[in-house]
């Protein structure tokens, strides 16, 4: 037997498979499902082989899963950003999306695909930070080692998963994408081991499959893979980024009742220079009120922006008036309203 399906057979074999069950090996090709292949007789194969109830409760996992979010990590895997042959465009997005849950963007990197470096960057920051995201680095090719660095790093197998799998094939076949060639599902080729790597996934078997396989999006097969937790595996390509990340928020929003928060803009044609001291002054007075004062230039336009974020909206309008004095701005509710204003077009 080639070596590709002896890999597949120790995924879907054995008594030590949490994946598979026996009704759904219909999705997979018929040599997975032949006299040959002992797929264990599972009707779910988590409920069978519950982790003990004393490891769940010292689970770092089940822990960094249920806590309350207040933190945040980005990590953008992929030699084609460091090359600048492609744009990262997916940190800023995670940025205003953190913004507008009200979650702290703590740190953003970027690093190459490169097992260690992935190894020690998910750890550090799965350990500092409540919510981390990685981008990239889950595709069929030889240097998409995401998935199988991440498991590494928390001492997981990779396995396949068979729903994953069974999206991936209905969804698929109903939508080819333009110019990529079928796939014969039932027939071993290269074509088709490299769609499995984007399949096979970190798992642990002391957590439910519910808890670590996440399918945002109805219409899409690409599951966000959560790992240790709080470590939320995502696709490089933005526009499946977006929309994943975006279709989290029902996931994320329970725990974060009681941290919305409120921002003000104040639009001003003074250089930073200039409104530097009287910023400096200002935060140090409103700081230990919970507002954060930010200064944002805004290259080769006559405006910069300044803004006040805290949790107190009526605070933050009581704010207002002395703040577009000491810039001699104006409020604007979105950055760059202004650029046309009269005088300045």
Request: proline share 8%; aromatic share 6%; with cysteine.
């Amino acid at each position: 037997m080639s070596q590709f399906f002896a890999r597949v057979l120790r995924h879907v074999s054995g008594p030590t498979s949490p994946l598979l069950r026996t009704s759904a090996t219909s999705h997979l090709p018929a040599i997975f499902t032949g006299a040959n292949c002992a797929v264990s007789n599972f009707a779910n194969t988590f409920a069978v082989r519950p982790a003990s109830p004393v490891m769940a409760a010292f689970s770092v996992a089940a822990s960094n899963n249920s806590k309350p979010i207040h933190t945040a990590a980005c990590l953008i895997i992929g030699d084609e950003v460091l090359g600048g042959k492609t744009k990262d465009t997916n940190s800023a997005y995670v940025a205003k999306w953190c913004f507008s849950l009200g979650i702290s963007l703590k740190r953003v990197e970027v690093i190459e695909d490169d097992e260690g470096q992935i190894i020690e960057a998910v750890q550090r920051m799965s350990d500092r930070y409540d919510f981390v995201v990685t981008s990239g680095g889950i595709g069929p090719t030889h240097d998409d080692i995401t998935y199988p660095s991440i498991a590494k790093a928390f001492g997981l197998e990779v396995k396949l998963y068979d729903e994953a799998y069974r999206r991936m094939r209905e969804i698929t076949t109903k939508r080819p994408r333009p110019n990529q060639p079928l796939v014969d599902w039932d027939v071993d080729s290269p074509a088709l081991r490299a769609r499995l790597r984007m399949v096979e996934l970190p798992t642990d078997l002391a957590i439910p499959p519910e808890k670590q396989f996440l399918f945002p999006c109805e219409d899409l097969w690409v599951p966000v893979s959560v790992v240790n937790g709080n470590v939320h595996i995502l696709p490089g390509v933005p526009r499946l980024f977006e929309a994943l990340l975006d279709n989290l928020k029902p996931v994320i929003l329970p725990r974060l009742e009681g941290r919305e928060i409120a921002r003000v803009l104040i639009s001003t044609p003074l250089p930073e220079s200039m409104v530097a001291p009287y910023l400096t002054e200002l935060a140090a007075k409103v700081g230990p009120m919970g507002v954060k004062v930010g200064s944002y230039p805004r290259w080769e336009k006559k405006r910069n922006t300044v803004t006040l974020v805290g949790k107190d909206q009526t605070l933050l309008e009581s704010l207002v008036a002395e703040v577009e004095q000491g810039v001699q701005g104006r409020r604007i509710m979105v950055e760059g309203e202004d650029d046309e204003s009269e005088g300045e077009a």
